[in-house]
Structures are given as C-alpha cells and as structure tokens.
C-alpha cells in the first residue's frame, strides 16, 4: 500500500464524481474461496479519501478528524465534549479501519489513555462502538457516521444492559449512583487537561496541543474574542 494517501491521485475531482467513482470501484472485487474480499491500494485508498471529502462536508462540531500521513487505515481524532457528564473533557483517538475496508468489520476507537466510560475497555482503551453498529455495511455506513456515534457516546450516556459494559464498575455506578458517575467522570476530564499536550506519534498529521504562552497567543486570542461582539 501507498505511504501517503495525497499520492495516489492527481487533483481530487467534485464531491459528486468522488463518490459515485469510488463506489464503482469499490464494487470491482475478488472473491476469495474464504468469501472475504480483495482489493487493489488504489481502490481502497480512492474510498478513503471519498469517505475524507464526505467527513469534510458535514462539519461536523467539536470533532477534528484526518487520515494519518503514514496509513490511510489510521485516521487521528480529538472531540471536545462541551456538556453532559464529561462537559470540558478534550479526547484524542484514534480510527483503526480493517485492511478490506469499507468490506470488514466495524472500525475500532481507541482512545490514547485512560478514559471512565461504560463502554470504554479498561485494559485497551478501546470505545466499543459495536452498540451502535452491529455490522459495518458498504455503502451505507461512513465515518462521519461513527464520529457522530462516539460523540453522542459521551454526550449522553446509556446502558440498555449492564452486562454487554465494557466497563461494569462505570456501569454499575452511573445506574445506582448517578452524582457519583458524574463526580468520577469529572476525574477523568482533569486527567485529560494534561494528558492532551503528551505527544505519543511523530505522525506529520498527529494533531497536537501546546500550553498557552501568551507571546504567541495573546493575540490571536483578542481576535477571537473582537470577533465574537
């Protein structure tokens, strides 16, 4: 497969082309006596960057998401949580898609540290998206799709069964003792005030965060503000 995404193709054409031609290829596949299929980097990657144009149209706040420089299957994330029980909590994760995509199994989420949530596993910080989708379909289901997922995930949290938790002491605590979820959901915000600026990827497309030093900063930070009255 291709290092860089950005290499595979010449100018990207309209939103309308992208996705009609990258459907069509994506229908090109081998099957195998296993059932599973195979797919050229070309098609794959034409998919990805299809399913890239998509994320781009539909704006959607308070999430920042882009494929990885070095694998189109590696995509970097950040939500910022702005109410419900983790309101003020920034997150970064990360999107791992299956070499077969958009063919394989629902793609995984999994967070750079520690998060207290009922559906994210303890041992590998991994959210279990599977509630929400049971399979991946092919043209059906996108990215944009599953950011929308996680995002509502922390927005608001439900557990129909406490037994399908991927975390059952969150599971436990925010059905019996809700101030205490939230007070514990809390720790895990300010956990994350410092575990954001940590950089664990030389990625050229990591999304990074810096302190705020107010020679570089100040400004700009009048700006917003001017341009908020």
């Known amino acids: 497969m291709h290092n860089h995404i950005g290499k595979i193709l010449p100018t990207v054409p309209d939103m309308d082309t992208q996705l009609a031609m990258s459907a069509k290829m994506i229908d090109k596949r081998t099957s195998t006596p296993k059932g599973s299929h195979g ?46 029980p983790y309101r003020g909590a920034i997150l970064r994760f990360q999107i791992l898609l299956p070499e077969n995509y958009p063919d394989g ?47 509502r995930s922390f ?8 037994e399908l938790a991927s975390n059952k002491e969150a599971a436990k605590l925010w059905e019996q003792d809700m101030p205490a979820f939230e007070k514990e959901a809390q720790k895990c915000v300010k956990d994350w005030e410092t575990r954001i600026y940590n950089i664990t ?17 100040e400004n700009a930070l009048k700006e917003l503000k001017a341009g908020g009255e």
């Not at 927005?155 to 406490?162: A, D, G």
């Not at 990827?201 to 900063?217: E, G, K, M």
Request: with cysteine; charged share 20%; aromatic share 16%.
């Open 155 to 162: 927005y608001k949290v439900e557990v129909p069964n406490i």
């Open 201 to 217: 990827s030389d990625d050229p497309h990591y999304i990074r965060f810096s302190q705020f030093d107010t020679a570089l900063h």
């Open 39 to 84: 797919y050229s980097s070309y098609y794959l990657e034409y998919a990805l960057m299809a399913e890239f144009q998509l994320l781009q149209q539909q704006r959607l706040p308070g999430i920042y998401c882009l494929p990885s420089h070095s694998s189109p299957l590696t995509w970097w994330a950040v939500l910022f949580i702005r109410q419900g």
């Open 105 to 151: 199994d629902v793609p995984k989420v999994e967070f750079e540290g520690p998060v207290f949530h009922p559906f994210v596993d303890q041992e590998t910080n991994q959210l279990n998206v599977k509630q929400g989708f049971k399979k991946w379909k092919r043209n059906v289901n996108h990215l944009w799709q599953l950011l929308l997922y996680i995002r």
